[in-house]
């Protein structure tokens, strides 16, 4: 007894890991285990000899399950230790740095557009880059004969063949979306559409893709006073100072009167500033919505008027930010997304202020 308790105690107390001790509860409390054959040995022994043994018996395999249990937990404890040791963390220590993304200024600027115009009471209106020969052309007031269009530059689809229809264009502008909005909300309406559009063109300040952004005005009396007041209004906002601009005369098939709005500004080594210097760059069209394009939309023309404008984006980005080239907006380099982009938190707003 005294030889199979030190046995097997010395075992439990040598076992390195569970399945050490699992063999050991095995040979010597398993059925055949060397205790469990002690324990039939009582059968044979005499009732006296019984009396002593068989209590012996049990408390030494109480005492083994004891010491088995036991080191069980001993293991389990040093296997957290260990885990606890080797799988430390400092969660103190401050993040990788990350190399963040900035926001191009075509979206900053649109966004600040957003901003000051929603504020006038101008709502967001959407229409597709693929647009139809109707909305783009025929319903401005611009018929395939007409000379505007050969001006225009533009891209046009592949018809399918046999088709009678004139080709989808990549929309040249963002007036289309005057006769989609009138369409669906009808008179009165104040809405502006920003937007990219396409134009075959390609110099320092023409890409064959850029940026527009439609307003629309209509009412029962918005005069040519309102739309000077609203983009006099939205320039200085935009610019955050009163610059000086030029109302041009100019025609668009779409508007009567038309006007062309020029900002003064200055070229110096290829760097622009707008408010000051001699030259002028042209960043908007407008005028009062032509009577025909009102009719084209389904709107009486004789009960609505209003007006009608078309800002580059890209243009007033440049003049804004100092930005000279404007193919540089479309490379894609690293390096100027870096410089000219925006922090992404610098959310415009008019009570934040429109930029940093
Ligand atoms: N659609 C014109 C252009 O792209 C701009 C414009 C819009 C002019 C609205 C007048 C009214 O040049």
Same mark, same amino acid.
């Given at each position: &007894?005294?030889?199979?308790? /030190?046995?097997?105690?010395?075992?439990?107390? +040598?076992?390195?890991?569970?399945?050490?001790?699992?063999?050991?509860?095995?040979?010597?409390?398993? $059925?055949?285990?060397?205790?469990?054959?002690?324990?039939?040995?009582?059968?044979?022994?005499?009732?006296?000899?019984?009396?002593? %043994?068989?209590?012996?018996? /049990?408390?030494? $395999?109480?005492?083994?399950?004891?010491?088995?249990?036991?080191? $069980?937990?001993?293991?389990?404890?040093?296997?957290?230790?260990?885990?606890? +040791?080797? !799988?430390?963390?400092?969660?103190?220590?401050?993040?990788?740095?990350?190399?963040?993304?900035?926001?191009?200024?075509?979206?900053?600027?649109?966004?600040?557009? &957003?901003?000051?115009?929603?504020?006038?009471?101008?709502?967001?209106?959407? @229409?597709?880059?693929?647009?139809?020969?109707?909305?783009?052309?025929?319903?401005? /007031? &611009?018929?395939?004969?007409?000379?505007?269009?050969?001006?225009?530059?533009?891209?046009? %689809?592949?018809?399918?063949?046999?088709?009678?229809?004139?080709?989808?264009?990549?929309?040249?502008?963002?007036?289309?979306?005057?006769?989609?909005?009138? !369409?669906?909300?009808?008179?009165?309406?104040?809405?502006?559409?920003?937007?990219?559009?396409?134009?075959?063109?390609?110099?320092?300040?023409?890409?064959? &893709?850029?940026?527009?952004?439609?307003?629309?005005?209509?009412?029962?009396?918005?005069?040519?006073?309102?739309?000077?007041?609203?983009?006099?209004?939205?320039?200085?906002?935009?610019?955050?100072? +009163?610059?000086?601009?030029?109302?041009?005369?100019?025609?668009?098939?779409?508007?009567?009167?038309?006007?062309?709005?020029?900002?003064?500004?200055?070229?110096?080594?290829?760097?622009?500033?707008?408010?000051?210097?001699?030259?002028?760059?042209?960043?908007? @069209?407008?005028? %009062?919505?032509?009577?025909?394009?009102?009719?084209?939309?389904?709107?009486?023309?004789?009960?609505?008027?209003?007006?009608?404008?078309?800002?580059?984006?890209?243009?007033?980005?440049?003049?804004?930010? @100092?930005?000279?080239?404007?193919?540089?907006?479309?490379?894609?380099?690293?390096?100027?997304?870096?410089?000219?982009?925006?922090?992404?938190?610098?959310?415009?707003?008019?009570?934040?202020?429109?930029?940093?």
């Amino acid at each position: &007894m005294e030889e199979l308790r /030190n046995k097997y105690l010395d075992l439990i107390a +040598r076992a390195a890991d569970e399945a050490t001790i699992e063999d050991v509860r095995v040979a010597a409390l398993g $059925k055949k285990g060397e205790v469990a054959l002690k324990m039939r040995e009582l059968g044979g022994m005499s009732p006296e000899e019984r009396q002593i %043994m068989g209590p012996a018996l /049990n408390a030494l $395999k109480d005492e083994i399950n004891t010491a088995l249990t036991a080191k $069980k937990a001993a293991l389990a404890d040093a296997a957290l230790d260990e885990r606890l +040791r080797s !799988e430390w963390l400092d969660v103190s220590l401050p993040v990788r740095p990350r190399r963040m993304g900035t926001i191009h200024p075509i979206s900053q600027v649109t966004e600040e557009v &957003m901003a000051i115009l929603a504020d006038m009471g101008f709502a967001v209106a959407e @229409g597709p880059q693929i647009e139809s020969d109707w909305y783009n052309f025929d319903a401005l /007031n &611009m018929p395939s004969h007409h000379s505007a269009r050969a001006e225009m530059d533009t891209f046009y %689809m592949k018809t399918p063949a046999g088709s009678k229809e004139p080709p989808a264009v990549l929309r040249t502008h963002t007036s289309p979306v005057q006769i989609r909005a009138l !369409e669906k909300n009808g008179a009165p309406i104040r809405v502006i559409a920003p937007g990219r559009v396409y134009r075959a063109d390609y110099d320092q300040t023409h890409t064959p &893709m850029f940026n527009q952004v439609e307003g629309l005005c209509i009412d029962k009396n918005v005069s040519m006073a309102n739309l000077k007041w609203v983009l006099e209004e939205f320039l200085s906002a935009y610019f955050g100072k +009163r610059v000086k601009t030029r109302f041009r005369a100019s025609h668009f098939p779409f508007t009567e009167p038309s006007a062309e709005v020029d900002v003064q500004c200055q070229w110096n080594n290829g760097y622009v500033t707008v408010g000051e210097g001699n030259d002028w760059l042209e960043i908007l @069209g407008s005028g %009062m919505v032509h009577p025909k394009v009102l009719q084209n939309a389904g709107v009486d023309p004789k009960e609505w008027q209003g007006f009608a404008f078309g800002i580059g984006i890209d243009r007033i980005a440049m003049l804004k930010y @100092g930005i000279p080239d404007l193919r540089a907006f479309f490379d894609s380099d690293l390096r100027w997304l870096r410089h000219y982009g925006f922090a992404a938190l610098d959310v415009p707003t008019l009570h934040g202020g429109l930029s940093r």
